[in-house]
């Protein structure tokens, strides 16, 4: 391809053997293997589909993140860093998985798009009540969080197309028009599938949702919900006896019929919390990645969230 390209790929060579990495190691061959498609890495599932959707047959689209696993525990081997060296474009969420933080601040020449920085992105708190899993263990980095699950909002995960539509065309100018038409599609797609939403939501008995959780925030803020999240941001945060106590009290208090938990996480709390209330569990996924073999996208998993919700609250 390009000069560049040939440079950034010499140093790739370079940083994989610095760090002993096996030329060959991936079934799905390196980046940079084909010249006619734009190498694009993405940090997680809802950016790699996103990429292939707006991309379409002119990209090569690499997930860091593997099927099943959780994307904010993230660690990269040497392979994905030598993908992240040689993408001709990262798609990543900077702040919501530290290790491809870093691996990009160690590539001065990298080629970036942070899905983050094309709207504001909002309080944690937003579309719920204050979550205090991790304030209490003494832990203030979070007292000002925002919440990174910006793709639950199709509207907005519809913005974040229309711009990466743009960073693809200034990497290929050749195919800007078919970045943009494939964009505009999606974004056809996007604003039916928010229209589900708004319908089948509009009229329910009840507007809570008793999450393992506080990832559905933008979910929640968008169609009138009220998240009350286990735990905070994080899914690994052990909530306090407190914080359990006090999410049971309020699931009564909202006769909350469901708690939710999520396919990537275990659902003991969320177990615990239904038995002491009379609640059954469901899984409300928030599609930071897929389980492996599933036969699925985000539309699917998307439309399976709404029916789940529409059940749990008992919409008409």
């Given at each position: 391809m390009t000069n560049r390209t040939t440079s950034r790929a010499l140093a790739a060579a370079t940083a994989l053997l610095a760090l002993g990495t096996v030329a060959g190691c991936s079934t799905g061959g390196p980046a940079?293997?084909?010249?006619?498609?734009?190498?694009?890495?993405?940090?997680?599932?809802?950016?790699?589909f996103l990429a292939e959707r707006v991309g379409g047959d002119d990209v090569r689209v690499t997930n860091l993140a593997k099927p099943g696993a959780?994307?904010?525990?993230?660690?990269?081997s040497p392979r994905q860093v030598g993908d992240i060296t040689e993408a001709e474009l990262i798609v990543y969420l900077k702040g919501f998985q530290p290790a491809v933080d870093e691996a990009i601040a160690q590539d001065d020449d990298a080629r970036v798009f942070d899905v983050a920085s094309v709207q504001p992105?909002?309080?944690?708190?937003?579309?719920?009540?204050?979550h205090e899993g991790e304030e209490e263990q003494g832990d203030k980095r979070h007292e000002h969080a925002k919440d990174p699950h910006v793709w639950l909002d199709p509207t907005r995960l519809a913005a974040i197309?229309?711009?990466?539509?743009?960073?693809?065309?200034?990497?290929?100018?050749?195919?800007?028009?078919?970045?943009?038409?494939?964009?505009?599609?999606l974004r056809a797609d996007l604003t039916a599938l928010d229209g589900e939403f708004s319908k089948g939501l509009a009229t329910c008995q009840r507007r809570e949702i008793v999450t393992s959780h506080a990832a559905f925030g933008y979910l929640a803020d968008r169609y009138r919900l009220q998240q009350v999240g286990i735990t905070g941001l994080s899914p690994d945060v052990e909530p306090s006896p407190q914080r359990l106590a006090?999410?049971?009290?309020?699931?009564?208090?909202?006769?909350?019929?469901?708690?939710?938990?999520?396919?990537?996480?275990?659902?003991?709390?969320?177990?615990?919390?239904?038995?002491?209330?009379?609640?059954?569990?469901?899984?409300?996924?928030?599609?930071e990645?897929?389980?492996?073999?599933?036969?699925a996208d985000y539309f699917s998993v998307m439309r399976t969230n709404l029916q789940t919700l529409r059940t749990a609250l008992s919409c008409s």
């Open positions: 940079g293997a084909d010249p006619q498609r734009v190498d694009v890495v993405a940090a997680f599932y809802p950016l790699q959780e994307p904010h525990d993230l660690e990269l992105l909002l309080d944690a708190s937003a579309g719920g009540h204050n197309g229309d711009q990466l539509a743009h960073q693809l065309g200034t990497v290929d100018p050749g195919h800007t028009a078919g970045y943009t038409a494939r964009a505009a599609s006090q999410v049971v009290e309020e699931a009564k208090e909202h006769r909350a019929s469901t708690i939710f938990f999520e396919s990537l996480v275990s659902p003991k709390v969320a177990e615990t919390i239904a038995g002491q209330v009379g609640a059954k569990t469901a899984v409300l996924d928030p599609i990645g897929l389980a492996p073999g599933r036969d």
